[in-house]
């Protein structure tokens, strides 16, 4: 089956702009990568009329009909009652996403209120999309020879629901289709006119694989794109694409896809077996933080100190106060103290540390943006020095992939 | 005039996934200011056809229609070719952009190519928008009684063009208008059903001011919009309508618009002077890390310990090795020696801690989302049991989120 799809969001937050149709990017990417042509968005209110139109609109022109939005408890949420109610079906209690919705509420000791059961009806004789981040199940059938499918709203509960149970259903739905495939290669320590430059004749001559860049808090990736039939196929084109770009630029890479630097990282000293303890001032948590979120980080992270003030620097990471006195704590030497200090305190194989200034206002006399990243091993400890721009926010990012950076760095030496 | 209005965005770049709508969501933010209702958002690609059909559609609907994208050099874009060849209008040269495009290659130095020229044609008896960021001009236009107006895709073109042209000349056209006038009140430790219950017949009855509840990480908000003529008047209608929310559910409130609990807290802090240390388990560095993002920080931070490990609870935070046998790290006990400890060895007003299980597994036979966090002053500390649902990073930032929260109740008495 050819499928022309269109998304159709519902919700009067997109209309008032409280929030932009990420939705929408999301599912286009995931639909791409099936070879469903996705020809319109639509957003619509909270509002029957109006969305009976769109629906209307939407059963003339499209195949394929992805509503996110409108599944919640509220009087609000109308998706799933318009559609039944256009399309003659009768809204029916789907028991297991019930239990699913009251072992929610006994787990987090919540009173369940009676509008939470309405979340639980689906649509009859629907395929339901099971919700495992949330409670609003979604569902998808087929009508007139069209399919239709209604997710919810928020993006933590669609992502996953489209990603486990949705992509699974439309490949059923609509048989084999030219693959598209893609990949992203990720860069460190390049800027990306640089890289760009570095692989401008592979750029220009593109067709397929396409190669797209893209820069972010001091990474680049490229995302290479194939078209094939055969997935095998395509994923050869993006092999040999990858060869040739890493011929180029390989001493800037670091993973694939999603994999961010910390989570790199992770995995690495996961596989050498070994530990590591941070000592951060500028980026305040954030390091750590990172390398916690990842599933797998008790192996690895033994713990930290975050040292705000100059105090806790001498009390609880013993950096010598001549030090402070003598060079600041912004400064080569603290970051080397603090890297050794907690590496020891701690008992790790490596300790980590940030100094700096992540602005808005300078720092003794040093300006905004220069940091030290202290790395200390059993053998050795290697100091670095950056001067980065951008926000607060992007400063205290940048220092952390530095810091992962380096590290990785060394652990390859 | 009365208007309702449809953004309709022309790119196939947004039905690929490769960017979000985000001028939708900028200009529907600058809409509801002006008092116009915004009943669609379209998104079209560069397809002749189909951007006719969703003008026909358009035409049908709305009295204000907004284009963005499409009025760039190349064959792809059509926008106002198509419009001008509908609307049997022609397209003639403005001089005054043709002069603005030569400039700006004169002024780069770079070569002028033919379809640079296509740029400076408009739609006769248009109103011209000046680009002063890029070179197409923008367009605005009656026709039967509608208002049609074209603004260049890129967003650092298109918002400045919006702000400083766009404006004026809708309420030129529109004349006076009501304005819309809106405030998010943020709640926690309540859910979004639950909340809804208590304020029913309010939601019920709601006309002007509007009442649109949101939920995320565990907090709801409630977006109250009053429209009248006099800016006034909407905030007083506001003010009461807050006055008959807050007289329900006023035990759960915390704050405005887009302030974060974390803000709350660090805005609280500073305001009493008091300084702030935490002892992180399952949080990871999460709590301090989002108190230090915000600018002013180091007036109220100290500094922390992320004790990933028993290990480092002892050596670190001199948690009693008894304590961590014979209750286990997730445990009231254990919060409640992390949260007087940190606050004791680091010198500060305040001590937080949070313990427990953020998964995917559980811990010391307690289940996946059982949270201690506790709260240690001079005079006395307190614990919160939790038992949260949701992903890793789900559970972690409600963590972070209760903490502040109950924080704030303590503060308060």
Same mark, same amino acid.
């Given at each position: 089956?050819?499928?022309?799809?269109?998304?159709?969001?519902?919700?009067?937050?997109?209309?008032?702009?409280?929030?932009?149709?990420?939705?929408?990017?999301?599912?286009?990417?995931?639909?791409?990568?099936?070879? @469903?042509? @996705?020809?319109?968005?639509?957003? @619509?209110?909270?509002?029957?009329?109006?969305?009976?139109?769109?629906?209307?609109?939407?059963?003339?022109?499209?195949?394929?009909?992805?509503?996110?939005?409108?599944?919640?408890?509220?009087?609000?949420?109308?998706?799933?009652?318009?559609?039944?109610?256009?399309?003659?079906?009768?809204?029916?209690?789907?028991?297991?996403?019930?239990?699913?919705?009251?072992?929610?509420?006994?787990?987090?000791?919540?009173?369940?209120?009676?509008?939470?059961?309405?979340?639980?009806?689906?649509?009859?004789?629907?395929?339901?999309?099971?919700?495992?981040?949330?409670?609003?199940?979604?569902?998808?059938?087929?009508?007139?020879?069209?399919?239709?499918?209604?997710?919810?709203?928020?993006?933590?509960?669609?992502?996953?629901?489209?990603?486990?149970?949705?992509?699974?259903?439309?490949?059923?739905?609509?048989?084999?289709?030219?693959?598209?495939?893609?990949?992203?290669?990720?860069?460190?320590?390049?800027?990306?006119?640089?890289?760009?430059?570095?692989?401008?004749?592979?750029?220009?001559?593109?067709? +397929?694989?396409?190669?797209?860049?893209?820069?972010?808090?001091?990474?680049?990736?490229?995302?290479?794109?194939?078209?094939?039939?055969?997935?095998?196929?395509?994923?050869?084109?993006?092999?040999?694409?990858?060869?040739?770009?890493?011929?180029?630029?390989?001493?800037?890479?670091?993973?694939?896809?999603?994999?961010?630097?910390?989570?790199?990282?992770?995995?690495?000293?996961?596989?050498?077996?070994?530990?590591?303890?941070?000592?951060?001032?500028?980026?305040?948590?954030?390091?750590?933080?990172?390398?916690? +979120?990842?599933?797998?980080?008790?192996?690895?992270?033994?713990?930290?100190?975050?040292?705000?003030?100059?105090? $806790?620097?001498?009390?609880?990471?013993?950096?010598?106060?001549?030090?402070?006195?003598?060079?600041?704590?912004?400064?080569?030497?603290?970051?080397?103290?603090?890297?050794?200090?907690?590496?020891?305190?701690?008992?790790?194989?490596?300790?980590?540390?940030?100094?700096?200034?992540?602005?808005?206002?300078?720092?003794?006399?040093?300006? $905004?943006?220069?940091?030290?990243?202290?790395?200390?091993?059993?053998?050795?400890?290697?100091?670095?020095?950056?001067?980065?721009?951008?926000?607060?926010?992007?400063?205290?990012?940048?220092?952390? +992939?530095?810091?992962?950076?380096?590290?990785?760095?060394?652990?390859?030496?």
């Amino acid at each position: 089956m050819k499928a022309n799809a269109e998304i159709i969001a519902v919700g009067s937050e997109l209309l008032l702009g409280q929030i932009a149709n990420t939705n929408a990017q999301f599912l286009s990417k995931q639909l791409a990568e099936l070879g @469903v042509n @996705v020809y319109y968005h639509t957003v @619509v209110g909270d509002n029957t009329t109006r969305l009976q139109k769109t629906i209307e609109i939407a059963r003339s022109r499209s195949d394929l009909i992805i509503f996110t939005g409108g599944l919640g408890p509220t009087k609000d949420d109308v998706t799933k009652e318009t559609i039944a109610h256009m399309f003659n079906r009768t809204l029916s209690l789907h028991q297991q996403s019930m239990k699913q919705i009251e072992d929610y509420f006994q787990k987090t000791k919540r009173k369940m209120s009676e509008n939470n059961r309405k979340q639980a009806f689906v649509i009859s004789d629907s395929y339901v999309l099971p919700n495992d981040h949330g409670m609003a199940p979604g569902m998808a059938f087929q009508h007139e020879g069209k399919i239709w499918m209604l997710l919810p709203g928020p993006p933590k509960e669609m992502k996953p629901m489209f990603l486990n149970y949705g992509i699974p259903y439309l490949k059923d739905q609509l048989g084999a289709n030219d693959t598209i495939t893609s990949r992203v290669l990720r860069f460190f320590g390049i800027g990306e006119s640089q890289l760009e430059t570095e692989i401008e004749d592979l750029i220009d001559k593109q067709s +397929n694989p396409t190669i797209a860049p893209l820069a972010k808090d001091g990474e680049v990736t490229l995302r290479i794109t194939a078209k094939h039939h055969d997935q095998k196929q395509a994923e050869q084109l993006l092999d040999q694409m990858e060869d040739y770009i890493l011929a180029r630029v390989g001493q800037y890479f670091y993973g694939y896809d999603e994999t961010s630097l910390p989570e790199q990282i992770l995995r690495r000293l996961q596989a050498i077996q070994f530990t590591i303890a941070s000592a951060e001032s500028l980026t305040g948590g954030l390091f750590l933080q990172l390398l916690t +979120n990842i599933s797998g980080a008790s192996q690895v992270v033994k713990g930290g100190v975050v040292s705000y003030t100059n105090e $806790v620097k001498q009390q609880m990471l013993h950096v010598k106060k001549e030090t402070l006195q003598k060079y600041g704590a912004v400064s080569r030497q603290c970051a080397k103290e603090m890297a050794e200090n907690v590496r020891t305190l701690i008992g790790s194989d490596i300790g980590i540390s940030f100094t700096g200034v992540a602005g808005p206002e300078p720092l003794e006399n040093q300006s $905004v943006g220069t940091v030290f990243v202290g790395i200390a091993t059993k053998e050795k400890t290697n100091v670095y020095e950056l001067h980065l721009a951008g926000s607060r926010d992007s400063i205290r990012k940048r220092t952390v +992939n530095y810091g992962c950076y380096h590290l990785m760095k060394m652990l390859d030496c």
